[in-house]
């Protein structure tokens, strides 16, 4: 395995640059790589300089807007960049249309993120998971999944789930997702207040990261999408193969999944009034 170090706020950007560079260059000559390809924005600049020293094609796989995690400042900047890759790219490959939209690249292809559909069973009905979780079995339940980031929008489904309680008290929430990467900040402390400031404190349940989604999903009634713009988002497609509907805001890639009144409901992205509505 090679490591790739980040490449802004050091001096050693060249130096790091070249040198990973060259490590997977080694790799893919030893092994006789026919092609070297890069899943993330951080691997493209490597794995290009490594397609130019080993004279081996390069194709990258975007799957994000930016090459930052979120969206930058400085789009010149972005632009820039993304060219550079491109041009050191035989094939520029996208996750969504929306994510090829945010290319300067002239020709890409699309080609959208796939799952194993056996790992969601037909006869998964989620009952272990609600006994877990003090849900009652006859409760409806409303879920989201991801990483428990401002971004990824929990604090608008807790919004949301204040809204659906007054309507149906009997309703239960489940957020799934922890901080993987450590992130230092105060989010979850700051929903877990939110929940009890709205009196959902015993229907709101947070499950911390799991590896594995299939039994959570099997324990939901609606899934619920409401973050920020997604190149893709893939927990949609695993809800919808957990055959759940998927209530979202209608940005980003969602209206090229989701079908509005076939396999769920797509509302005007942030407005939380018409997002519990159509839960």
Known sequence: NVHL????????????????????????V????????ANTVRAAFFVSLAGKLGKRPFLWYMRDFWLSETEPRFHQVDTLLKKIVCRSAV??????HITANHLPCPNVTIVPNGINLDKFPDD??????????GIPANAPVVGTMGRLRPWKGQHHFIEMAAKVAQAQPQAHFIIV?????????AYFEQLQEMAMRNNLIEKVHFTGHLSEVADPLAAMDIFVHCGAPEPFGLVNIEAMAARKPVVAFRHGALPEIVSDNQTGRLVPPYNITALADAV
């Open 124 to 133: 998964a009905d989620g009952i272990t998971f609600r006994q877990k979780f």
């Open 91 to 96: 094939q520029v490959i996208a996750n969504s």
């Open 177 to 185: 997702g922890g901080s993987l990467f450590g992130v230092g900040d």
């Open 5 to 28: 170090p980040r490449l802004r706020r050091t001096l050693r950007v060249g130096l790091n640059w070249y040198q990973t560079s060259s490590a997977i260059t080694k790799i893919a």
């Open 30 to 37: 030893q092994i006789e790589a026919g092609a070297v390809v």
